[in-house]
């Protein structure tokens, strides 16, 4: 069973995507915080990995707000 949130070195292994290209997705609002990305208590960054493929899959908008 995989883990939902998962950090970014993880989310970057099973995206393909790499750690600077997902911090710059984060930072221009491509993966909106609170939706795809979001703080974890200590402070890292976590990915929200049925929001991901909700994005991968072009149906983000419908849960975004």
């Known amino acids: 069973m995989s883990a939902r949130y998962v950090t970014i070195p993880k989310a970057s292994e099973q995206t ?4 600077k ?12 915080e609170g939706v795809v990305a979001r ?3 200590d402070k890292r960054w976590l990915i929200d990995m049925e929001a991901y493929e909700k994005w991968a899959e072009g ?3 419908r849960y975004v707000a």
């Open 16 to 19: 393909g995507y790499s750690e």
């Open 21 to 32: 290209a997902i911090h710059h997705k984060i930072e221009q609002g491509v993966w909106p």
């Open 39 to 41: 703080r974890a208590p």
């Open 59 to 61: 149906q983000l908008n």
